[in-house]
């Protein structure tokens, strides 16, 4: 086993063209584009789980649809177990790829076609990459799965539909498709936020075992850093197409350095009155991202901004203990 990350992505970028309709292109108005990415890099070692955090927008998805060659970056390179998928052609990427890299998305609802089996939607994937040349082999990898994913006894879920599940067993069968691939990276998209607050800790402890038992390196993504404190080894936090901070999930959580995660902690609902945090409320809107303000782009909104901030944009600073944070006010 080698200490080469598992991912590493290097200032990845992702631009969307804005459409300019017919007028716009008769009167030759510039090309417009959303800055969905706009230069992030981070890796993450081997068995690992970052959790990507931020509101709607910020990029998270488009991220982790990337690293997944769903999604064809502007710029920037992602290095897969050491291979750079840019210097693969798209079919073998394809190939590599859907092998050893999965997502689950947070609709189990949507995921899953009403109309097949349970056996036939787990199947499926081991169809399309011809994994299993008998129905024996088939109903054993599928059982393996199933029981990986925490349906157990297996048989007691092979021939059911959907609809005769529950929203929390929908998403374990989402996990068992995936799982069924052995893959060794996995980017899990909001996969609790549309489960009953009742069953979340149990398919948050269903990835976590799948991380502790076979070395899954997972890429979560939320808009809830409750859960992502609660599963996540560390913390990216996301603003506008950028990394605003990054580092160990408790670090990053307990010692927010940057003023977008302080305010996001701020909001967090606690037990405990007395660690109650004042809640900070951002003003305003996050900006349009086809027309980023100037400098740092959470200056608009930014409680601690200072007259510098409209004009420089920061960098991530090194904060120690592999804690990084991209503010003005964090320079020496
Ligand atoms: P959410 O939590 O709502 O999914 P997110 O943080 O995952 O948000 P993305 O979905 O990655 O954010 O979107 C980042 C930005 O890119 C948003 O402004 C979004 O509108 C834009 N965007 C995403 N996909 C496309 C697309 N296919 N075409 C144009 N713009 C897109
Ligand atoms: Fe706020 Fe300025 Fe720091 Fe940006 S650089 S987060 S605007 S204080």
Redesign the pocket.
Known sequence: MTNEPMLKVENLRKLYPVSKGIIGTLTRQPQLYVHAIDGVSFDIPRGEILALVGESGSGKTTTGLCTLGLTEPTEGNIHLEGENLADLSRARQQKALRRKAQIIFQDPYESLNPRQTVFQAVSEPLEVHHLASTRAEKIEKVTAALEAAGLKPPADFLHRYPQQLSGGQRQRVVIASALVLNPSYLVADEPVSMLDVSIRAEILNLLLNLRDEHNITMVYITHDLASAAYIADRVAVMYLGTIVEIGPAETVLDDPR???TKALMSVIPVPNPRQRKKRIVLKGETPNPIDLPTG?R??PR?P???PS?SKTE?KLEDLGDNHQAA???LKD
């Open positions: 940057h003023p977008y740092c959470f200056h930014c601690e901004a200072i901030c920061p503010c003005l006010l």
